[in-house]
């Protein structure tokens, strides 16, 4: 058989043939053995086919029953095993019950692919038991229903409380993937209600934490009309970038704080026949509007040149300028929502950043409109009279602009209008939010200009006397404690500078300030020093020093009486002495008080001087500083070396370089050991001569021993910190009300424009 290419394989049975004439001299063994073992035979199913008996005598009564004569003509009779094999259905379940399943490969071959082929038992297997387990498991997945139950011993219930839980030992399996449909973006529907869950903690909502806003993170009002948007784009079955949306009469009406755990639901509701929408979150809602389809968003738009260039103080803000400015007023933007990359101070023309998120680049758009506020206030948006989207011009604009990315943006305040790409804002308006108690102090809003020692300018009263004092106390070699005395003889307590010298004072950092008031009648200023921390004193101004050793006395209208003689006395060596004037004071009088006059501002109605008792200066080593080369850095070493050991003088000079660091270096040479004794001369004046120590323009400055001495337009001066005048500005409008602008002040009350404004009776 082998020769001719047909499967056979030997059988170990000791060379006898089974299913042959050959063993029948087992037969009667057999069959007594078997009777034995089944006394009673019982009938053979229908699923039971001989492989025995010929089909054609299946109706005999050898045939009918599973009796001893049965099994042992089988023994002795030729298998018709291909026969037998016809009679099995389609789709069935075989299993072949023997020591060693030989006829797995015949069954697959010969039976169709429909049938399942299940052995029981497998010659040298390790674990038997595991493998018919195994296929019985195969055979109830294919459908059978074995009882597995008789194979362990029955259960009583309740089971013992011993007994292990089974949830433990079963587990999803995750090994493979699957693609699930998602069509809840397109179609799905003309429903006009949607609900929207936002979690910061997702991956696709994470970057809302940045909108953050007096430190809270509020969803972004650009955010509310993204989803608005959105959803009425799915009610049309177009993808939202693809479809132009313009959203009217869009209120505000309250802020959504997020949580940093947790998610926040919003409902949407738009309805079919006029637009309207609400979006409803808590059970309130928060934004309501109109929203609809343009026809030609083309004609939608206002087509304007952009903006002339804005006229006076008209600064370029670069990103970080934009964002310190916003910070100050309460803004905390963090991430993909510091998007204003230029900008200008009256928030005119700038330039966004657009990476492809309409929530933030529409915020940004609003945080352009903030930088032309006159005030320093907290505002959120409370009502849009129109917002335009043209997404499909705006992503052309944005691939004309290539790899730069950045679009430009126009704000017409006149007519209330916001350009950016394919973005048009219209009638925004904001309301002032409650500030949260800050856990630090109000930042302090100053401007860094040069201020002329002999001022002609008239300026503001605390302008004035706050350069006059920083000059006094950058040049009282570094001390850390401030001793002043006021002469407050026949001076009302209102028309005291204590308050004003000490607010001044107390700003500076690290700075503690001993102020003292004298007067004949030291009673009547009690109720004003006490507050301040000053101390009122009894003492005669006809009587010599009002105190010892004093940085700074102050007096007003003595220049021309005996009192400035106990003021003079009271400085020490190099001191100050502080004098509010009539403007026509001669300058004989100042002269005749024997001191040095330093500087001279003009404010209103009044003039301050302030005067120096001069001490001789020695002759300093001259340095000259340049950017150019640094060869005088080890020049200035050496002398501070001298200054610090021998109290030698150092004199640094620039000329001829206005943009020199000279005066942030000499704040910092100050601090240095021996940087007392340095002083700065910063020539900023291209028609000055060469400086010379010698020359009688420079020996002059020089004779005050100031620290800093600036020359600029031919006068000197220094460079000063002056704090910002608010400007509170005022508009004429048709309805007004009041409010407090501080919740719980009264002192914030302001008038405010009201919403009657734009109203037009029919």
């Known amino acids: 058989l082998q020769a001719d290419n047909i499967f056979a394989k030997e059988v170990a049975s000791s060379g006898v043939a089974f299913h042959s004439k050959y063993i029948e001299a087992a037969a009667p063994k057999l069959r007594k053995c078997l009777e034995e073992i089944i006394p009673r035979p019982k009938p053979r199913t229908p699923r039971w086919v001989s492989s025995s008996i010929p089909e054609a005598a299946w109706g005999s009564a050898l045939a009918q029953q599973s009796s001893a004569a049965y099994h042992v003509n089988n023994l002795l009779s030729p298998v018709l095993f ?32 429909n049938c399942t082929n299940i052995g029981l038992v497998k010659r040298l297997h390790p674990d038997n038991l595991t493998f018919i387990l195994t296929n019985l498991g195969k055979a109830f997945n294919a459908g059978a229903q074995p009882k597995f139950q008789n194979l362990y011993p029955s259960v009583k219930f309740p089971v013992a409380r011993t007994t292990p839980m089974l949830a433990s030992m ?71 970038e693809d479809m132009p949306v313009i959203l009217e009469n869009v209120q505000f009406h309250r802020a959504t704080i997020m949580p940093k755990d947790g998610s926040v639901k919003f409902l949407i509701n738009i309805f079919d026949n006029s637009g309207d929408f609400e979006l409803v979150e808590g059970g309130s809602v928060a934004v309501s509007g109109r929203v609809r389809l343009p026809e030609d968003v083309e004609k939608e738009q206002l087509d304007l040149p952009p903006p002339a260039a804005p006229r006076g103080d008209f600064l370029d803000l670069e990103k970080a300028d934009v964002y310190k400015d916003l910070r100050l007023r309460g803004y905390d933007y963090t991430g993909v929502f510091r998007g204003v990359k230029q ?28 930088l032309g506020l006159n005030t320093r206030e907290l505002y959120l948006p409370t009502r849009m009279q129109r917002v335009c989207i043209d997404p499909r011009k705006h992503k052309q604009l944005v691939a ?53 020692y002999i001022n002609d300018k008239v300026m503001p009263v605390q302008q004035a006397l706050t350069s006059l004092v920083q000059l006094a106390l950058e040049n009282s ?97 190099g001191g100050f002495v502080l004098l509010e004037e009539s403007p026509d004071i001669p300058d004989a009088a100042l002269k005749a008080t024997g001191l040095e006059v330093v500087a001279k501002v003009k404010a209103e109605r009044r003039v301050y001087v302030l005067l120096r008792k001069v001490v001789d200066q020695p002759t300093p080593v001259v340095i000259s500083v340049t950017e150019k080369n640094f060869s005088w850095v080890e020049t200035l070493k050496e002398a501070l070396k001298q200054s610090e050991a021998e109290g030698k003088h150092v004199l640094l000079v620039s000329q001829g370089e206005e943009t020199l660091g000279l005066v942030g270096m000499m704040n910092c040479i100050k601090q240095e050991p021996g940087g007392n004794n340095v002083r700065a001369v910063f020539i900023q004046d291209a028609k000055a001569p060469a400086f010379s120590p010698t020359s009688a323009q420079y020996a002059a400055q020089l004779r005050k021993g100031l620290v800093h001495n600036v020359l600029r337009g031919g006068v000197w001066g220094s460079m000063r910190h002056l704090k910002l005048e608010a400007t509170d500005a005022s508009l004429q409008v048709e309805h007004a009300y009041i409010n407090a602008i501080t919740r719980g002040d009264l002192a914030s009350l302001k008038w405010i424009e009201g919403p009657l404004t734009f109203y037009k009776p029919e």
């Not at 429903?191 to 934490?209: N, P, Q, R, W």
């Not at 028309?495 to 107390?506: Q, R, Y």
Request: glycine share 8%.
């Open 170 to 240: 079963i587990e999803w399996d995750h090994s493979n993937e699957w693609s699930v449909a998602d069509f809840s973006g397109k179609g799905g529907g003309r429903s006009g209600e949607s609900v929207i869950e936002i979690d910061l903690s997702k991956e696709a909502d994470a970057f809302l934490a940045g909108h953050a806003i007096d430190g809270r993170v509020l969803f972004p009002a650009t955010g509310y009309l993204t989803l608005v948007w959105k959803t009425f784009a799915k009610l049309q079955g177009k993808d939202f």
């Open 82 to 113: 291909h026969e037998a094999l016809q009679h099995v259905p389609d789709g069935a379940i075989v299993l072949e019950v023997a020591p060693h399943c030989l006829l797995q490969a015949i069954l697959k071959r010969s039976l169709g692919p």
């Open 400 to 452: 004309q602009l290539g790899e730069e990315a950045t679009v430009p943006v126009y704000m017409y305040r006149d007519i209330d209008v916001i350009k950016s790409g394919g973005v048009e804002l219209r009638g925004m308006k904001a309301s002032l939010a409650p500030r949260r108690q800050q856990t630090q102090a109000p930042p302090k809003l100053e401007q860094y200009t040069f201020v002329p």
């Open 477 to 573: 070699s570094g001390a850390l404690k401030m001793k002043v005395v006021e002469l407050g003889t026949d001076r009302m307590p209102e028309n005291l500078l204590a308050p004003t010298i000490i607010d001044i004072l107390e700003s500076e950092p690290m700075l503690s300030v001993e102020y003292t008031v004298a007067s004949n009648a030291p009673e009547l200023y009690a109720a004003l020093t006490e507050p301040l921390g000053a101390k009122p004193t009894k003492k005669d101004a006809a009587a010599g020093a009002l105190e010892a050793n004093c940085h700074l006395a102050v007096g007003a209208d003595v220049a021309q009486s005996p009192a400035v003689a106990s003021l003079v006395e009271s400085v020490k060596a």
């Open 343 to 370: 900008a200008d101070n009256k928030g005119v023309t700038g330039k966004l950043e657009w990476i492809g998120n309409w929530i933030s680049y529409i915020d940004t758009m609003l945080q352009f409109s903030i």
